[in-house]
T-cell receptor, first 115, second 110 residues
């Protein structure tokens, strides 16, 4: 299984600012996924990030608000731009286990509070 | 979009009682996965089912995939305090993206 780290683990930010979340994997992976989990809710996929191409965003999420970088096969960043209190959430990155199985391994998450 | 519903949303059980959560889809699923998320933690993969009528066990946990591959269940026998958390089913609807169910939050009364 992959070991995934995220930074920061939590942050409190002022509205109107931006925060970049980093996700590091201990092995090379083709696809990385970014999710949002609002308090007490399920996980919602924001985008899929492939190395060497632009991220694919899900309905309701746009690149201007959530720009994603994927510079190599072990690293990705998600930026939450021009934040508002509605962006307060947990942001998680994940990777597939590979080998034809679709199970995913998740990072520990970044808990974001926007004031 | 395609959705996966889970019931119940919350379940409070006395320690030692059994617990079951159900996952339902209106469409036939190619697979179903189950994840557990402890309070303050991240989702952790438990198991994947792919065959119609498949049943898998992990100690006190029993996972079942319906014959029509539209529903699944997770049953925990004799719950313990370590079982506390939210249980999610998830499926990929034939592509690489996972769609998570709404989740069932389990609390245990000691």
């Amino acid at each position: 299984s992959a070991v995934i780290s995220q930074k920061p683990s939590r942050d409190i930010c002022q509205r109107g600012t931006s925060l970049t979340i980093q996700c590091q994997v201990d092995s090379q992976v083709t696809m990385m996924f970014w999710y949002r989990q609002q308090p007490g809710q399920s996980l919602t996929l924001i985008a899929t990030a492939n190395q060497g191409s632009e991220a694919t965003y899900e309905s309701g999420f746009v690149i201007d608000k959530f720009p994603i970088s994927r510079p190599n096969l072990t690293f990705s960043t998600l930026t939450v731009s021009n934040m508002s209190p509605e962006d307060s959430s947990i942001y998680l990155c994940s990777v597939e286990s590979g080998g034809g199985s679709y199970e995913q391994y998740f990072g520990p998450g970044t808990r974001l509070t926007v004031t | 979009g395609q959705q996966v519903m889970q019931i119940p949303q919350y379940q409070h059980v006395q320690e030692g009682e059994d617990f079951t959560t159900y996952c339902n889809s209106s469409t036939t699923l190619s697979n179903i996965q189950w994840y557990k998320q402890r309070p303050g933690g991240h989702p952790v993969f438990l198991i994947q089912l792919v065959k119609s009528g498949e049943v898998k066990k992990q100690k006190r946990l029993t996972f079942q995939f319906g014959e029509a591959k539209k529903n699944s269940s997770l049953h925990i026998t004799a719950t313990q305090t370590t079982d506390v958390g939210t249980y999610f089913c998830a499926t990929n609807f034939g592509n690489e993206k996972l769609t998570f169910g709404t989740g069932t939050r389990l609390t245990i009364i000691p």
